[in-house]
């Protein structure tokens, strides 16, 4: 509502004085201001703050008369009453020398700003005022109060006497009363007789009028209080009537609210205490209590003394209050605490020191309160030390604080819009700036003619936020619009601020005249001629309308009240304006879709329809009257109405659903009445209805029903025009802001499926809800309020200590406003759920269920509900527990919101909160079915605490078991671990909950990707097969120190039991990628397992099977015969061997082979082949005979652009088009040896360059094969070897396979494997993949070779027993001495270089424990 802004500002006073001030008063029109000295009083221009005239008095008259004490200002500003100590009042009048003004503005040379407007110098200049003292009134009794009535002057005195005293005729019109003759009673219905005070020393402490309850709310000088009022309009003791306020005894001072009809008492226990008239008894009836909580200032809240000061502010929104011991606390009208200097930044220093808190002798607000006027009392100490030290301007003690205020305040036809908009005395601060596209997805009604791209906003950025969440959760600034300088200068203060529905266009209005601004072109708009600015002046607020701004003014040429519409593209002229007159004066104006609702002075409604006309070049809107609807009966004063909306809310839902359209109309009329919220339902009772068929306007003429009183104590209405189907209750309801007491939601309830609602059911209910922010606007779709907040910054470091005392910036913190925004649909929803209405709550639950927050909203409920009910120290007879774990179980989110509810309270609830909800095993394996492994892990933490290890053990065993199924690695490395600390006993350690799993991109070979692993060698090193760098053999993954010497540990063998089982079924389904994943990932020792499993689960069942497993998975093109063999050297077997000679000579040996993608289907090559060259003599070849029928070697000019586009780390898919566009039948390909030449690459290196990319798969894919090749090899497992040699095609491999097979000891069944697999892909080779014929023909000789190995071996083999580890028993020695010298950082394997008798006994061992595994000791099941 009201915000501190910045650092206060401390007057100079010219003048040198050694008093310090002690009253500050604003004059009714806050222009100046009157600052009592205990000798002088001085008058000053509020804007500039400048010192007019000051009046000093003489010693012996001040010796007279005493100290003065209060000053009171005529209502017209000429004169000001000023009460002394020895009981006289002195009377001051205030002449204005005419055209003299003591200050001008000086403009530079050129400047825009015209000395010839209207009112120029009494706007921009401070004007020479004269303090004539006229006359001297002796009450000889000590003057308590002085309050200024109408024409009279009210003073009490210490003697009990009442005296009324005109202005004018000061002598003549002088009464007293005296109080002990005045009847108090506890109502006005009580006999007229009502007790007097029957006291002889009772007097008024303090009093004040207010005019819209006409009497006085008076404190006495015993703390009681009450209120007194005349009977007539006689002012007499016979006439006057007293009310008590039986509950208050320690009443210290009071102020009233003319606006809502309070009356504020401050209290000696430094409570304010609020109370109201009660209309139909004329009893004080107690309304809210403003006091700081234990809670919030746990060191101050009943330490601050007596109330000392209460002020509301000019627009009756905000009060401040301060104390005896100091501080400063701002409340909304209701009780809503807004803002309070005794605790945070303002009470301490940075370094955590207490400040003294400011004390405070008299406050006053300034212009539309964007200023406070404070007199610091504790400037007594240090004056003089500070006229010492500057001589020329003093400085004394008044300070200014500032404010920035919510446009809610002053213009409340803003309370229909999403935006939040605060307007400060000279900018505007708005929280739609950084995203204005939000709002448009919901704001294209049948109305707005705007078009789609200026609908997205001006800082859209491209892209439609479908939620319009942007702006509210973005960040936490403003976008700031500095009002124009030239308006502002003589316009000041801004009145009333609006924007409009798109958030992209804002106006303003200040003491006359308008302006508005566009956030588009970040333009103001002013009136071309100043004379008509100056000649309106706004009175009843302003609205946007679609393209228009609608005002409503009182002309001062033609003094008449005018209603008026103006453009907002086309010049702001009155040439262009709509203007049409209005009876009375206009006291607040709001618009409802086509509809302007005026609320004038003589208490009546007017209804107009507004319309779009487009006429010549600028499009106009015209207006007429509807509906005029006299409210006189039931409005005691028009000041009294806070706002007045038009909606389409009505009681009567059942209409609703007969005539749909109906949802849009103007139904009701709210009004609120001093804080009573007043709706008026259109009257269907009657005819109309029948007759609307008729004449179609007649259903705008409905009559209104009588007022209901729906809701007290309300500050703001939020209600919407918009509809949304999914989304009834939200749109459809209305929004109270109700101060202290939180909001309320007026909800409609819905009858479901369209059933008939039930006869005992409403049609709608009030929800009560708290929530922590004060709300300035309602997003109806997104279920979130918006708020603004104050914060502070401290800036004390800036300044050394000695010279600290005078600086405002270490004495306060700089003060900032933050946008803020809180979730509501949580506490709907309980209070649904609390009054049985849960298939209401599931249908609003279910049309918010797309939100993003939603997960949290549920969340929250739980999280409340518990708290509550499981703290509580007495028993609940109705819990609610178990009906919000029921409610929650109805959406897919149940699992996940119980468990992050529970992960978020202490440990004592748990039990209480799986009474409700379930028990937490049978939480557990929902989630293992669902295949919801995070939130399964969460669950095993709770599983931990509340059960027995073996308990959590078993569940442990079920989720790792299952994440490594579905590969989700950072998962399994936190089951390892949590695994352990079961079996070692740090159960009280929980494992971090797991965040979501994100796959690495490539595929958990990621510690391999930039190192290229070759191995294609030459005859000449076929030993040195494992000098290979041992280290690359075991990644330096995360849980390498899994890998210690302690894995004697029967749980490091439990784990390892489950790792070699898993990776025994993926070698066993050939699924050697996820091997490779699984391996690294978790750090799995691949080499050892793979050499004790060579003879078992590491053996190629099936060459033919694995081979196509392998291309299928890591995308690997199978090999096709190119078109050009059909006329080439191949047809003829003779070549076949040279070739294959010279391909293992080039450069490269993958560059012969042609490539056609696998699609499941073995294909037998077709029309989609690639053309290409073999060698360097076919590539000659090729360039003699390049113009010959046989050759199409111009195919390549689609593709040159893609191919040196795709790089080395060409993808599947870059693959695929290019074999897939390359067909040689399509017949559209075009010689382009221009491309050729500008290239500047032969035609041969060309074809060399596209067989080379045709004839692999993708890079990755062949690091990976690589790498799995290195470490096969190491374990000896070679006919995997082969295998992989086979894929990437490279003789090398099969060379390097069989010259091992030929020099070392290899067991005989692995030779006789090799041979059987390599005769079954040549089988499979010759039917279905001719492709690998060329290949299978190079490494033919080694076949040949292979075949004499196993014949050799099959007579001694027979008789003797198979040992598997013989060939890692050889290779050890070379192994060790290439990993001492190896220079990489990762870790070596810690068991791969052990001796072979220690290797057979970890074996032996392990496949021991590894058969009682499988017995089924740990092994559970899902029930």
């Known amino acids: 509502m009201y915000f501190l802004s910045g650092w206060p500002k401390r007057l100079l006073c010219p003048l040198e004085t050694l008093e310090r001030p002690l009253h500050i008063q604003t004059d009714p029109q806050r222009a100046f201001f009157a600052v009592l000295f205990p000798s002088q009083l001085s008058i000053w221009y509020c804007r500039p703050s400048v010192l007019i005239v000051s009046y000093k008095e003489l010693s012996k008259a001040a010796s007279q008369f005493g100290p003065y004490k209060q000053a009171e200002w005529r209502p017209d500003s000429t004169m000001i009453a000023v009460s002394t100590a020895n009981g006289y009042i002195l009377f001051f009048e205030i002449p204005s020398a005419r055209d003299k003004y003591l200050y001008e503005p000086i403009y530079p040379k050129g400047s825009p700003h015209l000395k010839g407007t209207p009112h120029y110098k009494e706007e921009q200049c401070a004007p020479s005022l004269n303090l004539e003292m006229k006359k001297v009134l002796d009450l000889q009794a000590s003057i308590t109060s002085l309050q200024s009535m109408l024409e009279d002057l009210l003073v009490a005195t210490a003697d009990g006497f009442l005296h009324l005293i005109h202005w004018d005729g000061m002598t003549n019109g002088r009464k007293a009363i005296n109080l002990c003759t005045v009847p108090f009673s506890v109502d006005l219905q009580s006999s007229r007789a009502g007790s007097l005070l029957g006291f002889e020393d009772v007097y008024i402490r303090d009093m004040e009028y207010c005019a819209t309850l006409d009497g006085f709310a008076v404190v006495f000088n015993d703390g009681r209080v009450g209120f007194i009022t005349p009977m007539s309009s006689r002012f007499t003791a016979e006439q006057l009537h007293g009310v008590w306020a039986q509950d208050v005894v320690d009443g210290t001072c009071v102020a009233v609210n003319n606006k809502y009809r309070l009356m504020a008492f401050g209290c000696a226990n430094g409570s304010v205490q609020v109370y109201t008239i009660d209309t139909t008894t004329g009893a004080m009836q107690f309304s809210h209590k403003l006091e700081l909580t234990p809670k919030q200032y746990p060191d101050i809240w009943n330490k601050t003394g007596p109330v000392k000061l209460i002020r509301w502010s000019p627009d009756s929104c905000v009060v401040m209050v301060t104390w005896e011991c100091g501080g400063l606390s701002l409340w909304s009208v209701f009780g809503a605490q807004l803002i309070c200097t005794l605790g945070g930044d303002f009470a301490y220093q940075s370094d955590g020191a207490k400040k003294d808190p400011l004390k405070i002798c008299s406050m006053t607000w300034g212009s539309e309160g964007y200023h406070l006027w404070v007199i610091d009392g504790n400037s007594s100490s240090n004056m003089k030390s500070e006229r010492n030290a500057n001589n020329e301007a003093q400085l004394f003690g008044i300070l200014q604080f500032q404010f920035i205020k919510s446009a809610l305040t002053v213009n409340p036809c803003m309370s229909n819009q999403e935006q939040v908009l605060l307007q400060g005395e000279d900018r505007l601060y708005l929280n739609c700036g950084d995203a204005a596209q939000p709002q448009s997805p919901r704001n294209t009604s049948a109305h707005s003619e705007h078009s789609h791209s200026r609908e997205r906003g001006p800082f859209s950025g491209g892209s439609l936020d479908s939620q319009g969440l942007s702006t509210l959760l973005g960040h936490r600034h403003w976008h700031v619009v500095q009002i124009h300088s030239t308006y502002l200068e003589s316009n000041w203060p801004i009145r009333f601020s609006a924007i409009d529905k798109l958030g992209q266009n804002v106006a303003v209005v200040g003491k006359f005249g308008f302006a508005h601004y566009s956030l588009l072109t970040k333009k103001w708009k002013l009136f071309g001629n100043i004379t008509q600015e100056q000649t309106m002046m706004v009175t009843g607020g302003l609205a946007w309308w679609n393209d228009f701004i609608v005002l409503a003014c009182y002309n001062l040429n033609d003094h008449q009240e005018e209603l008026r519409i103006y453009l907002r593209t086309s010049n702001l002229d009155n040439a262009f304006a709509h203007i049409t007159k209005v009876q009375a004066n206009t006291l607040l104006l709001s618009v409802f879709r086509d509809i302007v609702i005026l609320f004038r002075a003589d208490c009546s409604i007017c209804l107009y329809s507004i319309e779009r006309r487009s006429e010549g070049l600028n499009p106009t809107a015209s207006i007429q009257i509807l509906q005029e609807v006299s409210m006189s009966r039931y409005i005691p004063h028009p000041f009294l109405v806070v706002s007045v909306t038009l909606t ?319 590969g989700k ?266 491309n050729f030449s500008s290239l500047s690459l032969t035609q041969s290196e060309l074809e060399q360059l596209s067989l080379e990319l045709a004839s692999k798969g993708p890079h990755k894919s062949q690091v990976q094969l690589r790498y799995l090749l290195h470490i096969f090899m190491e374990a000896g497992c070679l006919d995997w070897c082969v295998v992989i040699g086979l894929i990437l095609r490279e003789s090398s491999v099969i060379n390097q396979v069989f010259s091992i097979m030929q020099s070392s000891d290899i067991d005989g069944e692995i030779c006789q494997n090799i041979k059987t697999g390599l005769d079954a892909v040549d089988k499979w080779a010759s039917t279905d993949c001719p492709g690998y014929k060329p290949f299978l023909s190079i490494i033919k000789p080694q076949i040949q070779k292979l075949n004499e190995i196993v014949e050799e071996q099959v007579q001694p083999e027979a008789f003797q027993p198979v040992n598997p580890s013989k060939a890692p028993e050889q290779a050890n020695p070379r192994a060790e001495e290439s990993r001492t010298s190896c220079s990489h950082g990762t870790n070596p394997l810690s068991d791969a270089g052990s001796s072979n008798a220690s290797r057979h006994e970890e074996d032996k061992a392990k496949t021991e424990d590894e058969d009682s595994f499988q017995e089924g000791s740990y092994d559970c099941v899902v029930s």
């Open 648 to 966: 389409s809310v009505r009681t009567e839902t059942g209409i609703t659903l007969k005539m749909p359209q109906q949802a849009c109309e103007a139904e009701s009329i709210m009004l609120n009445l001093a804080g009573q919220l007043i709706m008026l339902q259109r009257d269907r009772s009657g005819p109309q209805i029948r007759d609307k068929d008729n004449n179609p306007n007649q259903r705008k003429h409905l009559p209104f029903c009588a007022p209901v009183v729906l809701a007290q104590s309300v500050e703001n209405v939020w209600t919407t025009c918009r509809i949304n189907k999914q989304k009834r209750h939200l749109l459809e309801a209305l929004w109270l802001s109700c101060g202290g007491a939180g909001m309320k939601v007026w909800l409609p309830l819905f009858p479901r499926d369209h059933r008939k609602p039930h006869s005992f059911l409403s049609r709608r209910i009030m929800l009560p809800f708290h929530i922590n922010i004060y709300p300035l606007a309602v997003l109806f779709e997104d279920a979130l309020v918006l708020g603004a907040v104050n914060d502070t910054v401290l800036y004390d470091c800036l300044y050394t200590q000695t010279s600290a005392r005078e600086h405002l910036e270490v004495l306060f913190p700089f003060s900032i406003v933050e946008r803020t925004s809180q979730i509501y649909l949580h506490h709907i929803l309980r209070q649904l759920l609390v009054r049985n209405l849960g298939e209401q709550a599931l249908l609003l639950a279910h049309s918010c269920a797309t939100l993003p927050y939603f997960p949290h909203v549920l969340e929250l409920m739980l999280h409340e509900v518990l708290e509550e009910e499981a703290t509580s120290r007495e028993p609940i007879p109705d819990p609610l527990l178990p009906t919000v774990a029921k409610f929650i179980t109805e959406f897919p989110l149940f699992l996940q919101t119980v468990v992050h509810c529970a992960r978020k309270t202490e440990y004592a609830l748990w039990n209480y909160l799986f009474a409700a909800v379930g028990n937490p095993k049978d939480l557990f394996e929902e989630c293992l079915m669902a295949q919801d492994l995070d939130t399964a892990a969460s669950y095993l933490i709770i599983l931990q605490n509340m059960e027995v290890p073996a308990v959590s053990r078993q569940h442990a065993t079920l989720l790792f078991n299952t994440a490594l199924e579905q």
């Open 969 to 1234: 690695w950072d998962l399994c490395r936190h089951m390892i671990r949590f695994l352990k600390a079961i079996g070692s006993g740090e159960t009280e350690t929980p494992p971090a909950t797991p965040t979501t799993q994100e796959p690495s991109s490539s595929g958990g070979f990621e510690f391999f990707r930039h190192r290229s692993i070759s191995l294609s060698q030459s005859a000449e090193n076929l030993h040195s097969k494992f000098n290979l760098t041992k280290t690359l053999s075991m990644p330096s993954g995360p849980s390498v120190k899994r890998w210690s010497k302690d894995s004697d540990c029967a749980e490091n063998m439990y784990i390892d039991m489950m790792l070699w089982r898993h990776a025994r079924r993926l070698l066993e389904e050939i699924k050697l990628k996820d091997l490779g994943c699984f391996a690294a990932q978790l750090g799995f020792e691949l080499i050892g397992w793979l050499c004790k499993e060579r003879a078992r689960a590491a053996r190629v069942e099936d060459f033919v099977c694995a081979l196509k497993k392998l291309h299928k998975d890591f995308l690997w093109p199978f090999p096709v015969i190119p078109a050009s063999s059909i006329n080439s050297p191949f047809k003829n077997g003779k070549y076949k061997t040279a070739v294959g000679e010279q391909i293992l000579k080039s450069q490269s040996a993958d560059t012969f082979v042609n490539m056609e993608m696998d699609t499941g289907i073995s294909t037998t090559p077709r029309s989609r082949s690639w053309l290409g060259t073999i060698s360097s003599s076919q590539r000659e070849m090729d360039t003699v005979s390049s113009h010959g029928p046989h050759m199409q070697d111009a195919f390549l000019s689609p593709l040159l652009s893609k191919v040196f586009l795709i790089g080395d780390e060409c993808s599947i898919g870059s693959a695929t088009d290019l074999t897939e566009t390359s067909s040689m039948v399509d017949g559209d390909w075009t010689i382009v040896d221009e």
